[in-house]
């Protein structure tokens, strides 16, 4: 919980947005996030973030699926109870990829989808500080980070030389906290 | 180098003078408005059919599964017809959300919030039809896998009635995250500029908490794309686990190796038309003639044919084999079915899913809004028969003629299935009026290489030489 200052701008287009990223980076100010209506591909190249490992991930949770399914059905059936059906053998491998697969899907769909949420720090109940109200509809906000090393002035100015159409200095908490969108801002109680 | 140009061959897949606010106002526009008084007579005729639904099948409970139509000979009747019916129709929605966005097709984008919707619904439907075949639905889960008081008596893992349990729950599941994860950046646009309380808490609450972060962009298209990749499989096998059902018992006419890609051809073909029956209502109802345009229904249309052909393939190599297989059973079935007592259900299957289909060959009956709305409502009957014929006219005369009868089901089966039409369109309205029924993001997405508006600016490149718009695009890389 930690709340901060930042100079924001707002730019109308995404072809305005990507020189803007750049010179951004270039001037060494410290860019806290951009926030887009939609995937804008490259953008994060050009904000310097690294690839995400999330299907690494789930590729992880794939495997701990098809390791659950087989060693579940072969104990169960080789060990626990075992019984014949229709002549197959105890271990009856091509009767038990159907689940096999099934659970394999299963496990990486919805250990992608948990991963997914958590290191977006997203989940029903939580709230997060909005730079624009139009960053989710047809604006993309760029936040640039104010401290000791830099007047406020200067970086807005800065930043309307870059195209933007519209900017400003606010104070914001950086992190989500729990609330209701429908109340006004509570994380300075909560973070108090 | 990412060359963002478009070929003008190519139709524009959103029409009109539309900007990013316009996506978001057209498309939020039915949710923040009062539904007209279609919604409100579609909407409770469909709670009229659920609760009728809901009376056929605490029926056949309290007074049990005797007061349906089936009997010993045919032990399957409309339930399971209904069930493979209403899974077949989800197919489309994942097809179209997944299979499509790994085949680039851009097309996709404005139909695939409404298909899978559909998917999700069309599943819940099918769900309804096993469960309350057990008869004894109280005892419904010991089809799990739990460690049970009954010395841990396992259910049966090569069965594959119980490979159907695991492939649908999984189907449904993996769906709903997929729809949903996509749902959530849509659902923050409409919180953000909620003005009643109502919709601002709600939207809060179901948007998770998203801001539109590039990082959360990226994970998200990460999860997008290998999502689809776990779906497409997954579609393929669901359908083919149900089709092993039949094809793994020796009944005549159900054991044969065709039926896994048979049923998968046969789910699309019925999804696809489902799919064209609602959005051509959704679209006109809703004014959104320029997401979802002619182009997308030709689109599908063209996939309806396809699948269609497939499906008529499938139907005379099953005649064929019948012939070349020289074994009188499935000979016989196969005659029984085309001249037996059950005559009408073969050939209302063969014009409805073979012949009519066919007609979509020509373009303007491809881009005919009102033909295509005819022909999805006959192919989803013809498509009702396929399964209808597969069970029923392969049961009914069995190995021992003392035991041959007719099957015909009784009010509370047509009850029961009026109902899953009452629950399916119930969920659909509410969709339509609470949830974006057009992907918000996904539009923007691919609205400055194939909106009309910026397709036409487009023509000055048109003009240019190969050579030199090559060199362009190299140029402004380097820079």
Known sequence: MAIKKFAVACYDDEEVLFPAVKKVRHSGYKMHDVYTPFPVHGLDQAMGLKETDLHVVGFIYGLAGTATALGFMGWIFTSDWPMVFGGKPHFALPAFIPITFELTVLFSAVGMVLTFCYLNQIMPGVKKHLFHPRQTDDLFVMAVELNDQVTEQEVVDFLKTTGAVETSVQNAETEWWYGRWDKEEDYQLAGS | ?479
């Open chain 2, 1 to 479: 180098m990412h060359l963002k140009y478009e070929s003008f061959v190519r139709e524009p897949l959103v029409d009109g003078d539309k900007t990013y606010h316009q996506v978001t106002e057209d498309i939020v526009r039915p949710i923040e408005q009062k539904p007209g008084r279609m919604w409100y007579i579609g909407f409770y005729f469909s709670v009229l059919l659920l609760l009728f639904g809901v009376f056929s099948v605490t029926w056949a409970v309290y007074w049990g599964l005797g007061t349906w139509g089936v009997n010993r000979t045919v032990g399957w009747g409309w339930d399971i017809t209904n069930f493979v019916w209403w899974v077949g129709i989800g197919h489309a929605g994942t097809l179209i959300s997944a299979i499509l966005l790994l085949f680039r097709q851009g097309w996709r984008t404005g139909v695939n919030r409404a298909a899978e919707a559909m998917t999700i619904f069309a599943v819940m439907c099918a769900g309804q039809f096993p469960i309350f075949h057990m008869g004894r639905v109280w005892d419904g889960f010991f089809v799990l896998p739990y460690p049970n008081s009954r010395g841990a008596l396992w259910p049966n893992f090569d069965s594959p009635l119980l490979w159907d349990v695991f492939a649908i729950s999984t189907y449904f599941t993996v769906s709903l995250l997929f729809w949903y994860s996509g749902l959530i950046p849509d659902f923050a646009t409409v919180r953000d500029r909620a003005k009643t309380k109502f919709r601002k808490f709600m939207y809060g609450f179901a948007s998770f908490g998203w801001t539109g972060a590039a990082k959360s962009w990226q994970r998200h298209e990460a999860l997008s794309l290998v999502l689809a990749g776990l779906a497409t499989p997954l579609v393929l096998s669901v359908h083919t686990i149900v089709s092993f059902d039949f094809a793994t018992s020796v009944i005549p006419g159900w054991h044969t190796t065709i039926f896994p890609p048979y049923f998968v051809a046969g789910a699309i073909f019925s999804g696809f038309a489902m799919v064209q029956s609602l959005l051509i209502i959704c679209r006109r109802i809703m004014g959104l003639e320029e997401y979802i345009t002619v182009g997308h229904l030709e689109a599908m249309n063209k996939v309806i044919v396809l699948t269609g052909s497939i499906v008529g393939v499938a139907y005379l190599t099953e005649l064929f084999m019948a012939w070349y297989s020289q074994v009188v059973y499935e000979q016989a079935a196969f005659q029984w079915r085309i001249a037996g007592p059950y005559w009408w259900s073969y050939w209302a299957m063969m014009t409805c899913n073979v012949v009519s289909p066919q007609l979509f060959w020509f373009k303007k009956l491809r881009r005919n809004i009102p033909f295509t709305f005819i022909m999805s409502i006959v192919v989803n009957i013809g498509m009702w028969f396929e399964r209808f014929v597969i069970i029923v006219t392969s049961l009914y005369r069995d190995y021992l003629p003392g035991s041959w009868t007719y099957y015909s089901p009784t009010w509370p089966e047509i009850g029961f299935y009026l109902g899953t039409f009452g629950l399916f369109f119930t969920c659909f309205f509410l969709f339509a009026k609470y949830f974006p029924v057009i992907a918000i993001a996904e539009i923007k997405f691919v609205l400055k290489t194939s909106g009309e508006n910026y397709k036409n600016k487009m023509d000055k490149i048109d003009a240019k030489s190969t050579e030199e718009f090559i060199h362009e695009q190299a140029e402004a890389h380097h820079h």
